[in-house]
C-alpha cells in the first residue's frame, strides 16, 4: 500500500501533521502577557493558562483540519483495503462474491459425494433446505444426512432447524 499513496493522501497527510504541530504549539505554549503602564513605569506579565481570542480561533481551525484530514486519511486507508469490486456493487453481492470464491476453493479440497452436495448448496448462494438437496442429487436421504454430518463436522456448513426440516448454510 506505500506505492499506491495519491496525490490527496499526501495533501492529507501534511495537513495532519501540520496542523497537529500547530495544535501542540498552541496549546503548550500561550504566550498570553499582561502590560500594566502607571505612569512612568511599565510592568509586564507573563499570564499562563490564558488564550486569547486569536489563540482560541487557531486551535478551533487546527482542530477541525486536524479531524478532518484524519478522518479523511482512514477513510482512504479503509477503502485500498477493501476486495476490487466496481463501485456502485451493492455491498450484498460483495460480500456473496467473496464468501463464493472462498466456498469454490473449499469445493475442490472435498471428496465425491462431499464435493456433490457442497456445491448444489453453493449453486443456491450458499443456503438451501435439506429435502431439496436429497431432490437435486440421486442420494438417498440418509447419503445426504450423512455427509452433512461431515461437512458439519469440518466446520463447512451449519444445519439449522425449521420447522420440520433443516436448512443448510455454507460456513
Known amino acids: 500500500m506505500g506505492a499506491d499513496i495519491t496525490t490527496r493522501q ?99 479440497s472435498l471428496k465425491d459425494q462431499e464435493r456433490a452436495v457442497y456445491e448444489v448448496i453453493l449453486s443456491s448462494d450458499g443456503i438451501m433446505l435439506q429435502s431439496d438437496i436429497v431432490s437435486a442429487l440421486p442420494f438417498s436421504k440418509s447419503t445426504v444426512s450423512r455427509v452433512l454430518d461431515l461437512l458439519e463436522s469440518k466446520g463447512l456448513v451449519e444445519r439449522r432447524r425449521r420447522g420440520m426440516g433443516n436448512v443448510i448454510m455454507l460456513q
Open 10 to 108: 499526501l495533501a492529507a497527510s501534511v495537513l495532519f501533521l501540520g496542523t497537529f504541530f500547530v495544535l501542540a504549539h498552541k496549546l503548550i505554549a500561550t504566550a498570553s502577557i499582561q502590560i500594566l503602564i502607571e505612569g512612568e513605569q511599565v510592568v509586564s506579565h507573563n499570564l499562563k493558562g490564558i488564550f486569547t481570542y486569536q489563540d482560541i480561533l487557531i486551535i478551533v481551525a487546527a482542530a477541525l483540519m486536524l479531524g478532518g484530514s484524519a478522518c479523511y486519511l482512514g477513510m482512504s486507508i479503509r477503502s485500498c483495503r477493501s476486495t476490487p469490486f466496481p463501485e456502485g456493487t451493492p455491498a450484498a453481492e460483495m460480500v456473496l462474491g467473496e464468501r463464493r470464491k472462498r466456498w469454490e476453493s473449499v469445493s475442490l
